[in-house]
Structures are given as structure tokens and as C-alpha cells.
């Protein structure tokens, strides 16, 4: 088993490079590490839209390829982030604001809300922003029905209690 993080970071890197060489785009593919996590970032060219996909589907898609092609070769580093002319990045920050309301919204009320379905990259921002502003969050359902329930801490302790008295 290969178990530098740095040849694992090498491989991700070449290994979409050539993919991306398939659709005729030769680029140089940025490439680094986030604890254990191998960040690629595709820079901006003709082919964003296309790279991209509808709302997102292809840059998972070339992601999930990275991540298989990672495994098969043994490599212990296998988590990957691709993204393609920032759009993840840009994605993320967007919702961050978003969230910030839905945050505001709780505090104030203190009244738990359920958030619309989203994938487990977006649930992630959503978690660390409620975990910033001091209230908990947790994931409810199954496949592409999974949410996030936000929060205040008293809330939380309040439905923990109750669902021990309910046993």
C-alpha cells in the first residue's frame, strides 16, 4: 500500500490531467493537500459548463473517477475534492449566506427549523456555520431526502430529555 500523501497528491493530479486531456483541454491542474483530504482545482477554461454540469453533476462525477482511481492503485489517501474555476468554492459561500439567515432565524426564535435536501458537501458548510454561531445541528432522512435540523443548544437539550422519558 502506497502511504505518502505527497505521491497520493502526484497521482490525483496526473490522473485528472489526463482525464481532462480526453475532452481536448491539456491544463495544468492545481494541485494540494488539506489534512487528509487531496484538493484538485481545474482552472478556468472554455469547458467550465461542461467540466461543471448541471448543477454540479460532472465535477462529482470526474471527483468520484479520482477518488476509485486513488483506491484500485492502494493508496491510503483517497478522499478528493475537485473543483472546477472555483465553482465549489463559490457554491459554498453562497449557501454560507444563506445559512447565516436560517442561523439567525433559529436564534431568535429558538424554534428548531428543517432545512430543504441538500448533498453531504453543502450539509457539511451548513454544520461547521451552525457550530460557529453556537447552535447544533444534526442530519434527519435517507438518500436524497437528507437534511439538516438547526438548533439552539437548548432545544437540543429539551428533545434529548424527551425522547429518554418516552423509552
Known sequence: MNESMDEAVL???KYLEDLLSFFGLNTDVHASNDEEVIQLAVPSTYLNAFLIGQRGDTVRSLQFLVMSALKNKGYRY????VDVADYKKQRADRLRE????WVKKVRDSSEPMDLQPMNAADRRVVHQLAAEYGLSSESAGEGRDRHIVLKTPQEEATSSDESLSKD
Open 78 to 81: 483517497s478522499r478528493v475534492n
Open 98 to 101: 444563506k445559512a447565516e439567515a
Open 11 to 13: 497521482y490525483a493530479k
